[in-house]
Nanobody, 117 residues
Framework: QVQLVESGGGLVQPGGSLRLSCAASGFIFSSYVMGWYRQAPGKQRELVASITSGGIINSADSVKGRFTISRDNAKNTVYLQMNSLKPEETAVYYC???????????WGQGTQVTVSS
């Protein structure tokens, strides 16, 4: 059974930092591109950053220089370090696992990030 379990969300002041984690199980982690997406109220879900098994990163322009995605293939875990957070980045953050060969796509349940003073 595939599981993606996010943790690390919460309330943080503008300019603060949070580190999200996503623990994966039930599939071959190293075969998947792992990503973080977010969805704010009334908006579409958008890519924050993704990382291949080999460490190739794709990230949204809006987070470059502030957010860092990383993965530990030995622990089947992907991380998102978020610094200098802004109120407009308040959203539910979702972990995603995607495979292009023999396509598959999995989502976590999401973790709420609220940036507010």
């Amino acid at each position: 059974q595939v599981q993606l379990v996010e943790s690390g969300g919460g309330l943080v002041q503008p300019g603060g930092s949070l580190r999200l984690s996503c623990a994966a199980s039930g599939f071959i982690f190293s075969s998947y591109v792992m990503g973080w997406y977010r969805q704010a109220p009334g908006k579409q879900r958008e890519l924050v950053a993704s990382i291949t098994s080999g460490g190739i990163i794709n990230s949204a322009d809006s987070v470059k220089g502030r957010f860092t995605i990383s993965r530990d293939n030995a622990k089947n875990t992907v991380y998102l370090q978020m610094n200098s957070l802004k109120p407009e980045e308040t959203a539910v953050y979702y972990c995603n696992a995607r495979r292009t060969l023999n396509p598959a796509n999995y989502w976590g349940q999401g973790t709420q990030v609220t940036v507010s003073s």
